[in-house]
């Protein structure tokens, strides 16, 4: 199976310490991704034990963006915050779920991590890092 989802420079917001966790959380995903073929109890605690780090990396990468937003005062903070906490939350129900999980679910999941993170990164991402890199340069 190949890796769906992979960094592209086009991706990058110009903040280095952004742009590596961005990179981080990608590997991550891809750790989850090459526990797709495993069944039974290995993957199960494997797959949570991923999921748990994806997460807890997750959390991190959150509020550094959002201290980074809320210095320069970047006006969409609060609803960036909201993308953020929605995309928490299904991490943990997942979490909560990944014992009870069918085939095909964990690619789904794999899939909906991919998507949402690049369509992040390159929308709502790019949109703060422009905004402060637009007030910097002044």
Request: proline share 1%.
């Amino acid at each position: 199976m190949i890796n769906l989802f992979s960094w592209d420079d086009a991706l990058a917001t110009g903040f280095d310490d952004v742009d590596l966790q961005h990179k981080k959380l990608l590997l991550i995903i891809d750790d989850v991704r090459k526990l797709l073929d495993e069944t039974g109890k290995d993957y199960a605690l494997r797959m949570a034990k991923d999921l748990k780090r994806l997460t807890d990396y997750t959390a991190y990468h959150f509020a550094e963006e959002e201290s980074l937003m809320k210095a320069r005062g970047f006006p969409g903070l609060e609803d960036h915050k909201k993308e953020h906490a929605a995309f928490v939350e299904r991490l943990r129900a997942e979490i909560a779920t990944v014992g009870e999980a069918k085939p095909g679910d964990g690619f789904q999941f794999y899939r909906f991590l991919g998507t949402w993170l690049l369509n992040h990164i390159a929308k709502s991402d790019q949109a703060w890092a422009a905004y402060i890199r637009g007030k910097t340069e002044v």
